[in-house]
């Protein structure tokens, strides 16, 4: 989320220019900083040279396990760079390996190995953890990063905005729980939507997976795997925000301004429920739809709740219905973010989706296959509609018509073969187009892998996998930058995301598993961010690791749900 920032002293801002440029000059060789499985393609970027031939070494003695010829040099739009590609996917002895080179720095160090995202998956579920509201991390739970109990939201306002006649202005509600949405202590709905269903078909498609990840969440060994207890918390906290007399969702609850610097603790200006939106009524909907259908096996941990939440749900869409216009407009007194989204064509989709599946009710049958635009290859917070294939598509056996299905498969297709052709085509074997590289371009990138595996799953097809695979590595250090953008994990990583926790806790390190926006040549923080510079203004090179850069080097919770996807997929779908 867009928020302003204090000028850093000159020392530090100087220290990280320095860092990032460094990270540029010496990415050499461009690899998954984690490393692979064994049946995984292995491909890594050697910037183009003289040298026709790379090495894969063991990394303790140096000797040679594999070698091979490189890949022919080509430019990459992207970064302006020539490179050619090291491919050692035959190689699946486990082990500690790197990169090698003549005339190149080494690459880091990574691992072949059986569970190489085990501990990436769930340092991404906890940092969620570590991102609750309404809740006192202690040390048993939260390590050096333990903190005080903020924002407790049990003193909650109707903003003006919001204000109904059973609720007017003014009106104390309590809302709390959920996770705050990125670096800033707000609560959003509609970037709840897409995270929270992430989080959701993540467990439904992997289970198994998730149900022997042990994530140390407050609620771990209460019978529900940590995934679902987490996803659990900010659940409890959308339900909130429904008002109960006609079914509307607030869009926000928030601050007037984002908070300063400070700890969760710290911040202790009044908050408010902001307007109800058409955007927010259909993002519940859909997610609480989803909900009651993922969280029913474990209902018996809490009876009755998969029928409050589809009715719920409902609630929402007729709401929806009535008011199928009401766009996101920030009130004059309220600076915070917007989530503002002109087209809903998508949300009503998706809910209808949903609320299908759910229900079988022909009402929802007709929009959920409803003709959709073509050219879509990925879903993102304003627009949805693909999570609404991906359920169709998961839940063919289960449609009153199964047939369905069929329409949600086609266009998972269509848009995977789209990205797999980019994928083919690019120098650095990345899907992405060069206009991609947005902000939040690190999620733009592994929502594309997790459309990739919806087709893989469809298909078997093994390249839609390799495609997810290279928008993993990208995220993970095979990138112009050498830079791995998940907080705590790789050789290099971002050590300085635009988070409040993490610059006002006192600690060094970054709170872990925090996926950076990644490259952005928007810049559009260059006004903030006074005496440090972007590397460069192409797109792959456009990042800086510092506080001050929001839009290239903040957390959100939208970015981190399909990294918890795609790591899951790749454990769960390699051979």
Known sequence: MYSSR?????????????????????????????????????????????????????????????????????????????????????????????????????????????????????????????????????????????????????KVLVHESAASAKRPAGTVIKSPKGWYDAGDYNKYIVNSGISTYTLLAAYEHFPAWFDKLAVNVPESGNGVPDLLNEVQWNLDWMITMQDPDDGGVYHKLTNKSFDGMVMPDRATAPRYVVQKTTAAALDFAAVMATASRVLAPFDAKAPGRSQRYLAAAESAWRWAVAHPAVLYRQPSDIQTGTYGDEKVDDEFSWAASELYIATGK??????????????????????????????????????????????????????????LARWQASPARLSMAKSEFVWGSNAVALNQAMMLVQAYRLTNKADYLNAAQSALDYTLGRNPLGISYVTGFGARSTMHPHHRPSEADGIAAPVPGWLAGGPNPGQQDAKDCRGVSYASKQPALSYLDHGCSYASNEIAINWNAPLVYVAAALQSLER
């Open 6 to 154: 204090p000028r850093l002293p000159t020392a530090l801002a100087c220290a990280a220019f320095f860092a990032t440029a460094a990270a540029h000059a010496a990415a050499g060789i461009e690899v998954n900083q984690l490393g692979f499985l064994p049946a995984a393609q292995k491909l890594a970027v050697v910037p183009a040279g003289a040298n026709e031939r790379f090495k894969v070494v063991d990394a303790a003695s140096g000797k040679a396990v594999f070698e091979g010829a490189l890949g022919p040099a080509a430019s990459w739009d992207a970064s302006g760079e020539s490179v050619r590609i090291a491919d050692f996917s035959s190689l699946r002895t486990a082990g500690s390996y790197r990169v090698t080179v003549a005339g190149q720095p080494d690459s880091p160090v990574f691992a072949i190995g059986p569970e190489p995202y085990r501990a990436l998956d769930a340092g991404a579920i906890r940092a969620y953890t570590l991102n609750r509201a309404s809740i006192a991390l202690d040390a048993r739970i939260a390590g050096p990063y333990a903190r005080p109990l903020g924002h407790p939201d049990d």
């Open 362 to 419: 022909d009402e929802y049958r007709t929009r959920a296959l409803a003709a959709a635009p073509g050219g879509q290859t990925e879903p993102g917070w304003s627009d949805v509609r693909p999570l609404g294939w991906i359920s169709l598509a998961q839940q063919r056996a289960h449609l009153k018509k199964p047939e369905d299905a069929d329409v949600a498969r086609k266009q998972i297709l269509a848009a995977a073969d789209t990205l």
